[in-house]
């Protein structure tokens, strides 16, 4: 098995790993700069906002994880990462809304879209497309023959 395919769910755990460190930083940023908070209705309660950037960060990682295995073929993987991600905060916004709240499954669809075309759920799609595309990068670049960077005492020869 090519070395690409082996490392297609180490590179994907990593632009992951990337992706939420992104998010959580450009959830701060925002919400200091709007004096916004992420989940804008208290009602919902302070895990829906955490378990839906979860929910979006599992589906960044099982999309490269999957898509990452064949590097000839990774047309639309970015794409298809930010809309796995967007879809992922929106279900469980959706599903989170509907079991905290006594209200319809309207005003939980509702609250869901609306989070999600919110400043907050805009940027989760952007940042998972960052993070896919620099995985796809290094996916094309371990499929080309690309060793895996070296510590300076790692490299052959004497300075």
Known sequence: MPASRNDA???AGFAAALDLALVVCAFGLVSLATDAE????????VLVGPLSIGASVAAVLVVLGFRLRRPERLGGTVLLAALAAWAALVVVAI?????????SVAASVVF????????FGVLVPVI?????????????????GMDRPRWPWERDGAE
Not at 38 to 45: K, L, R, S, Y
Not at 112 to 119: D, L
């Open 9 to 11: 769910w180490v590179v």
């Open 38 to 45: 992420v989940v804008g209705d208290p009602a919902v309660g």
């Open 95 to 103: 599903a989170g809304h509907a079991l905290s709240t006594t209200g």
């Open 112 to 119: 869901g879209f609306a989070f999600g075309i919110g400043w």
């Open 128 to 144: 998972a497309a960052v993070a896919a595309s620099f995985a796809v990068l290094v996916a094309r670049g371990r499929a080309a």
